[in-house]
């Protein structure tokens, strides 16, 4: 249950999970000290994974002349290596009566947290458990760049609100970067350490059974740093997809991928048993779809790329929406016809 209300600002712990993020996490690790919230009300949390690239030992360096200076700071190990325990792991040990975390290459604004926490207490009689921002998406190079705006347009990620963007506070289906209360941990349970991926999903939609809301919040801003490489993005979609499904927990925009590579599919073998009868008008039909999402493409490229990246998302697109497909497409199979429905991609 929900502990009653004192005269008092929340204590908040930040926390940040990481594993071989040497230059990354430095500038995760600023953000937090940048709050503009209390200093004195919050404590940060790094945990861990075992890193081998140097990151360990920075962060021993960096922390201990933070406490040097007063900062409440500590760093935890995370010996199972995967995002989910890390976070349980900082959330099990936090002191906070909120508790936030970030990704590794992401940052947030200095008053993240401040208007976080407002509206975590505003919001209290309205079953406000989580309240999240929006995200501004950076790339390096030219493909990173492009790789950016698809992360940022709706025909690439779908009607996702911290992704897109929101002028107003708004309720929506999930949030990104959220402070929690901590309390939710305790009745909804904690993120589940057997996904590899889509863990806030899961996570989430147990919230939202128990009839709780998110909030996404325009002026919580977070930087989040993409993949800056074709190969990469198309890993990342590919592993995505996959524990969508795997998971069991998705909404409808993360299920239309793999719609589109079934539709690719079954329309690559219609087309060419239609076009062998000489039913060109029933050929024609099975391709409406494909022309529609092609001037889709063309239209939303040619909108949301900035200069070069207009003709680089022409292919990125296509690229990202059927790696995700086929990802989802896999874990679909492996759960229809293999033992174990939750493998590592």
């Not at 937090?32 to 004195?40: D, G, K, M, S, V």
């Not at 500590?74 to 508790?99: E, F, Q």
């Not at 926490?117 to 030219?142: P, T």
């Not at 909804?188 to 919040?217: P, W």
Request: hydrophobic content about 40%; aromatic content about 12%.
């Amino acid at each position: 249950m929900e502990p009653e209300t004192e005269d008092r600002l929340p204590f908040v712990t930040l926390l940040i999970v990481t594993r071989n993020e040497k230059e990354k996490v430095k500038k995760s690790l600023q953000s937090f000290l940048n709050q503009t919230y209390p200093q004195e009300l919050i404590e940060i949390i790094i945990i861990d994974g075992m890193s081998a690239d140097g990151t360990r030992k920075m962060l021993e360096k960096s922390i201990n002349e933070l406490q040097r200076k007063g900062i409440n700071i500590k760093m935890l190990d995370n010996p199972d290596l995967i995002l989910a325990s890390g976070w349980n792991i900082g959330i099990k040990n936090a002191k906070g009566d909120i508790v936030c975390r970030i990704d590794a290459h992401s940052e947030i604004c200095p008053e993240y947290v401040e208007v976080g926490v407002n509206e975590l207490l505003k919001r209290k009689e309205d079953k406000m458990v989580c309240v999240g921002g929006v995200l501004e998406n950076i790339g390096e190079g030219i493909i990173g760049n492009a790789i950016a705006d698809l992360f940022s347009s709706k025909f690439g990620m779908g009607n996702s609100a911290f992704r897109t963007g929101v002028r107003e506070p708004e309720y929506t289906d999930t949030a990104v970067f959220g402070l929690y209360w901590k309390w939710v941990f305790d009745e909804v349970g904690y993120f589940d350490e057997t996904l590899k991926r889509n863990q806030d999903v899961d996570l989430h939609h147990r919230i939202l059974q128990k009839g709780y809301k998110f909030l996404t919040h325009p002026k919580m801003k977070a930087t989040y740093y993409v993949r800056n490489s074709l190969s990469g993005m198309i890993k990342k979609a590919f592993g995505d997809g996959y524990w969508t499904i795997a998971s069991g927990k998705s909404y409808m925009r993360h299920r239309i991928p793999l719609y589109f590579v079934l539709y690719l599919i079954m329309c690559f073998f219609a087309v060419g048993i239609f076009s062998y009868l000489r039913l060109f008008s029933l050929r024609l039909v099975c391709l409406l779809p494909l022309i529609l999402y092609v001037l889709l493409l063309i239209f939303f490229s040619l909108k949301d790329g900035k200069s070069y990246n207009k003709l680089l998302l022409l292919v990125l697109f296509p690229a990202f929406h059927i790696s995700y497909g086929l990802g989802s497409l896999k874990a679909f199979w492996d759960k229809l016809f293999l033992k174990k429905s939750q493998r590592a991609v």
